[in-house]
């Protein structure tokens, strides 16, 4: 990547600008023009770094439920339970993992009841008792920023991000549905991607960006920017850390976690029969060496009982979660 790319990276990852011409307005702040920012993202995007630009809705605000979901599945069985999975549009991740829970993915749906019935189902279909349902009982941090200025990545801290708020769910006319359906597509890199939005639902443009600028202030859209495929863009090794914590040690466990810039999501989950972690720590390195001192230092720091680190083997699947698709 070029000096030009990174500082773009750096900037719309969460602040891709809500303005009629967004690619005019990041190239006032990068002493470029829009013409040369809207060619170089269209080259992050060729290069498959920029995976998507577009909106990152809260489940919660909408009105879904998610969970993260660990299955024990057998060699002979992994090819078609993936591609079932694979299958859900309420499933955006699915990963293989290095560890005896080898599938692990995202399910969020409109209902607890339909996200049991869905697990149950694949419990029977394929005869596997080690399923379960891990959803978050806590959050401490979800904050997927890759530093491409900083090439050092050594353990500079955020500021923890707690986030455990009563949620007031609101109810959606038609044509919020509908903006909601296009801002989970991805954003078309040209002067004026919002005003084509707003041409495909017919309505006007400074609706479209009033409206998510108020959804991003309500935290119904989390974050408005680009999604990145991380292995593409020089972060190697990345690993779910997982800790066995005691409760009373839980809130700061994962404060202290959530400080470090390498971990993008951690979360305070349920225990299982076989599986004993309560605290769960998504990290981000470059290199394996830097994950694994990365790892100790976290250790060190907030001593759990036991921990492990699941390598990701392979992505199955990656992509938005389909929000109000049941209603097409």
Known sequence: MNDLQKQILNIIQADFPIEARPFAKLAGGLDSS????????????????????????????????STLVAGQVPAEKLDAFV????????????????????VWFTLTMPSERMIDETINRLRQTYSISA?????????????????FIDQKQDNKFDVAATHNKHIVRPSFSDLQIALIR??????????????????TIRIDVDTVLRQIKDWKGTGLIRRF??????????????GMAVFEIEPQ??????????????????YQRPTAPDWPYNLFAMTHCRT????????DEMVRRIRPQKYDVLSTIV?????????????K
């Open 288 to 295: 394996e060496q830097e994950l694994h001192q990365l790892i």
């Open 249 to 266: 040690q839980l809130d700061k466990a994962g404060s202290l976690l959530a400080q470090y810039r390498q971990v993008s999501h951690c």
């Open 182 to 199: 296009q801002l989970q597509e991805d954003l078309c890199v040209i002067p004026e991607p919002f005003k084509a939005i707003a041409e």
């Open 83 to 102: 591609s079932d999975v694979n299958s859900l549009p309420g499933v955006s991740h699915n990963y293989g993992r290095e560890h005896n829970y080898n």
């Open 225 to 238: 920017g680009v999604s990145i495929r991380h292995q593409q863009a020089g972060f190697m090794a990345n």
């Open 131 to 147: 399923i379960y349902s891990l959803p978050a009982e806590k959050l401490f941090k979800i904050k997927v920023q890759f530093d």
């Open 315 to 327: 992505e199955y699947k990656k992509t938005s979660v389909g929000y109000f698709t049941e209603q």
């Open 34 to 65: 829009e013409t040369e920012i809207i060619r170089q993202t269209g080259l992050l995007k060729e290069q498959d770094i920029i995976r998507r630009i577009g909106a990152i809705f809260d489940s919660a605000h909408l009105g879904y439920v």
